[in-house]
């Protein structure tokens, strides 16, 4: 065991959140910060490139942690793989780096739950404003100065066009901006992306503060517990290359973790539901009945379709076509490389088109792996995106021992109406694929298939294939202080104790209505005002 200096914070997690208040808490508080990473640096090339993205989530990738769920019952019993960012730059260094930040009525929700203490889609936006460098928008919604750049498709195949056009003929309107608070509308996606490269929050928040005296930044350092004295935090305990180290701060201790480990942290130092801490001899410090409570994810529809044509991304990855999308890349930043993969998307309420869209559809030039029977050609995917879950899960501890995972129980469809809604996505889909001009394109549905037909068929298709859209929040939330659910008070301290907080996505109360890796930043920002405001 060794003890290293004390700090004035320890950040655990370099994610999203975490380069975000280590770079606020030096450069505008001169404070000096321990960062704190249990995953490796952020160098590779794959990070940098935006199609490297597919390249990291779907194979062996050190830079992605794989949590298996619990099986899943109203799933037939099917576990589901949640990948999450297990580098510098956490999300923000794998994700597909689509930059959207929800609906005002998200937020709205958000500042109910808080008992009206400013977490407003009003409240927000300055927020998202100043870190956002937006390459083609400024207005009272959106800045073009900030170091997190966000711009249009760098690259944009066949496939995305005939996708947003349409849906305009099946009545959705054409929109140039899904971040201005208004969701509804088909159109193409902006990314955190700058001249064919990915800027992750690493690049945005951290890089400006790595050679600064006062940040001390550790990699591959897994969090095991905060510390305390008495109620308060007053360090952490942390295990690296096979030793215990501890850090002390004179300040305040921030979990920056996510929505699964930063839970994990607080039931590890005995606070949490005591029934379940006493259950894995952990003594209780705080029964707090939430932590590890109100897990929500996005979880998704497809449709997968070939195509009649190389409309998309197949074979591009292989052979010529690969040296010279690589070359192409090297030179001049462009080509299939420079892309997302996800350059059109749409949303939509399909029970009542005039209110809040429910659904995020998507539309990918490949088809989907794990539906295509191992016969991969010339496809398309179309994704339906389930934003507004009614279902809710948990995260819990597997045993004290901090090198196992938690248990993950997303607990998907549970509630009956988010099978009714994804079914009637899945429909629409069919319906979209139909239309022209996408439908000259399309050869044959491979998944769900023509055998599927009945509302029951499609519905076990569902349950076999729905997979996460990567956005797990809520498991230690924000609330009043009356609300015995709530792990956090509005100023996001943990409830019960003192010098400890939580800035990630696991303080949402509930799950916003898109993407949510531009949201965990402001959250982050907006954080450490009211952290240093008191």
């Known amino acids: 065991m060794t003890t290293s200096a004390s700090y004035d914070f320890i950040i655990v997690g370099a994610g999203s959140a975490g380069c ?30 935006p199609a490297g993205t597919f390249k990291m989530i779907s194979g062996k990738s050190p830079f992605v942690k794989h949590y298996t769920s619990t099986p899943q019952a109203f799933l037939g019993g099917r576990a589901i793989s949640i990948p999450q960012g297990n580098v ?23 500042n109910e739950a808080s008992g009206h203490a400013g977490w407003g889609w009003d409240d927000l936006v300055p927020y998202f404003r100043r870190q956002e460098g937006n390459q083609r928008l400024e207005n009272a919604a959106h800045g073009g100065d ?26 959705l309107p054409f929109t140039s901006d899904f971040t201005g608070g208004d969701l509804s509308g088909v159109g193409y996606m902006q990314s ?6 990915r ?10 503060i790595r050679n600064d005296t006062r940040l001390t930044f550790i990699t591959g350092a897994a969090a095991t517990r905060v510390l305390f004295e008495g109620r308060r935090a007053v360090g952490v305990e942390y295990r690296m290359k096979g030793s215990t180290h501890q850090a002390r701060a004179t300040r305040e201790v921030i979990l920056a973790a996510g929505a699964f480990v930063s839970p994990k942290l607080l039931m590890l130092s005995g606070i949490g539901p005591a029934a379940h801490l006493k259950k894995h001899g952990i003594g209780t410090r705080v029964d707090l009945p939430g932590v590890g409570q109100n897990l929500q994810d996005h979880n998704v529809a497809f449709l997968s379709a070939t195509t009649n044509g190389a409309f998309g991304y197949f074979g591009e990855d292989s052979g010529l076509r690969m040296l010279r999308n690589g070359f192409q890349y090297v030179a001049f930043k462009s080509g299939p490389v420079a892309s997302t993969g996800a350059e059109s998307m749409a949303f939509i309420n399909l029970d009542d088109p005039g209110t809040d869209p429910d659904i995020q559809l998507y539309c990918l030039g490949v088809m989907w792996p794990t539906l ?22 948990s995260v819990s501890l597997r045993s004290a021992n901090p090198d196992d995972d938690v248990d993950v129980d997303p607990n998907w469809m549970s509630d009956p109406e988010d099978g009714r809604r994804l079914l009637q996505a899945l429909k629409y889909l069919r319906t979209i694929a139909a239309e022209a ?16 037909q009945s509302d029951e068929a499609l519905l076990r298709y569902i349950q076999r294939t729905t997979e996460s859209n990567y956005h797990p929040v809520g498991t230690c939330r924000m609330g009043v202080a009356e609300d015995p659910a709530a792990v956090l008070t509005p100023d996001l301290k943990v409830k019960g104790v003192d010098g400890l907080r939580v800035f990630d996505a696991s303080m949402m109360p509930s799950i916003i209505s898109a993407n949510t890796n531009a949201t965990v930043m402001a959250v982050a920002d907006r954080g450490v005002d009211l952290m240093m405001r008191t």
């Open 199 to 208: 800027c992750s929050a690493a690049d945005a928040f951290l890089t400006p």
């Open 372 to 393: 295509s029977a191992g016969k991969l050609t010339h496809g398309i995917t179309l994704m339906a995106n389930l934003l507004k879950p009614k279902s809710r899960g």
């Open 20 to 49: 975000v208040i280590a770079n606020r808490l030096i450069l505008d508080h001169g404070a000096r910060v321990l960062l704190l990473e249990a995953g490796p640096q952020d160098r590779s090339a794959l990070i940098k490139m």
């Open 192 to 197: 955190t992306t700058f001249k064919g490269r």
């Open 437 to 452: 001009p996408l439908a000259t394109a399309i050869r044959e549905e491979i998944a769900p298939g023509r055998d599927a």
């Open 88 to 110: 510098v730059g956490g999300g923000s260094s794998i994700n597909v780096m689509a930059y959207t930040r929800g609906s005002r009525s998200d937020y709205a929700k958000w």
């Open 146 to 171: 900030g170091p997190l750049k966000v711009s249009d498709p760098g690259y944009i195949v066949d496939a995305a066009n005939f996708f947003v056009r349409t849906m305009q003929k099946l009545g």
